[in-house]
C-alpha cells in the first residue's frame, strides 16, 4: 500500500541574493532541517530564478549527478573539461561530477530572468570519469498531454543518461487531461514545475512536491494544465 508525504511550496527552503531567489525542497546551503535531507537517492531539487547577468562563478562538485531543466530563459554553462553550451526550455542537461569537475552557470541574457529546476542524484557508483551531456527532449503539441523520459541510466534518444538507480520523467498534462505511469523502481517524488495536478488524488500546486513509497503506479490529472517531473527511484 503506498504512503505519501506531500511537501508544500511554501515549507521549502528559500535563499534571496539579489541575483538569485532560490527555493530548495531538502536542505541545501544555509537551509537546514534534519528531517528533509533528501528522498531514496535525490538529494537537491532548488528552482532558481538568476537575474539577467546574474550566475554562479567557476566553483567544484564530486560524486555527484546533476540534472539542469530550464523552465524560462537560458543557462550558459562552461566546465573543467572543455564542455561549454546555452540549455533552454526543452532540453535537458546531465552533468557527472566523478572524479571531480569545476563549472560555472551564468544566465546567458543581460537583462531577462532565467528560472530552472536543478537536481542532484547520488550516483550508482564513486569515482566515475567526470561527463557532460544535453539532450532535446521532444515537442510537445498544444493540447496534448504526454510523459518524457528526460533522465535515465539506459537512456533512450532524446534523454541524457545518468549513473544513478533513478530515472526522470516529464509529464505535462493539457487542461482536463490525465495520464497513468508505472512506478518501477518502488518509490517517486513528484515535483510540480507549473500549474496544478492532482496525483492519486492528492492535489498538488506550483512548487509542492510529493513522496511516494511502496508505489507501483501514479495517476495523474489536471483541471487547468500542468507540467512536472517524477523520478523513480529505488
Known amino acids: 500500500m503506498p504512503t505519501y508525504l506531500h511537501r508544500l511550496s511554501e515549507q521549502r527552503g528559500q ?22 535531507m533528501g528522498f531514496r537517492a535525490l538529494r537537491v531539487i532548488n528552482e532558481d530564478r538568476i537575474a539577467g547577468g ?21 543557462l550558459e554553462h562552461k566546465d ?23 563549472h560555472s552557470e551564468y544566465n546567458a ?14 550516483p550508482n557508483q564513486r569515482g566515475i570519469a567526470p561527463g ?17 523520459i ?11 543518461t545518468i549513473h544513478s538507480d533513478a530515472s526522470i520523467t516529464r509529464a505535462v498534462l493539457a487542461p482536463g487531461g490525465a495520464i497513468t505511469t508505472p512506478i518501477t523502481r ?10 496544478a495536478l492532482v496525483v492519486d488524488g492528492h492535489a498538488l500546486k506550483q512548487g509542492d512536491g510529493l513522496a511516494v513509497k ?10 487547468e494544465g500542468a507540467e512536472a517531473l517524477l523520478f523513480d527511484l529505488a
Request: proline share 6%; charged share 15%; glycine share 10%.
Open 15 to 36: 535563499a534571496d541574493h539579489g541575483w538569485l531567489r532560490a527555493k530548495h525542497s531538502f536542505s541545501f546551503g544555509n537551509y537546514y532541517d534534519p528531517k528533509i
Open 54 to 74: 546574474g550566475g554562479f562563478p567557476t566553483h567544484p562538485h564530486d560524486n555527484m549527478e546533476i540534472v539542469t531543466y530550464i523552465l524560462d530563459g537560458a
Open 80 to 102: 573543467s573539461i572543455g564542455s561549454g553550451a546555452v540549455i533552454r526550455p526543452g532540453e535537458a542537461q546531465r552533468m557527472s561530477a566523478g572524479t571531480g569537475i569545476r
Open 109 to 122: 541574457s543581460a537583462s531577462d530572468p532565467v528560472h530552472l529546476l536543478q537536481i542532484w542524484l547520488l
Open 132 to 148: 557532460y551531456e544535453q539532450k532535446t527532449l521532444p515537442t510537445v503539441a498544444a493540447g496534448e498531454s504526454r510523459l518524457d
Open 150 to 160: 528526460v533522465a535515465a541510466p539506459q537512456a533512450p534518444e532524446g534523454a541524457v
Open 186 to 195: 518502488g518509490h517517486a517524488w513528484v515535483q510540480v514545475a507549473r500549474g
Open 214 to 223: 511502496d508505489a507501483t503506479s501514479l495517476a495523474l490529472s489536471s483541471d
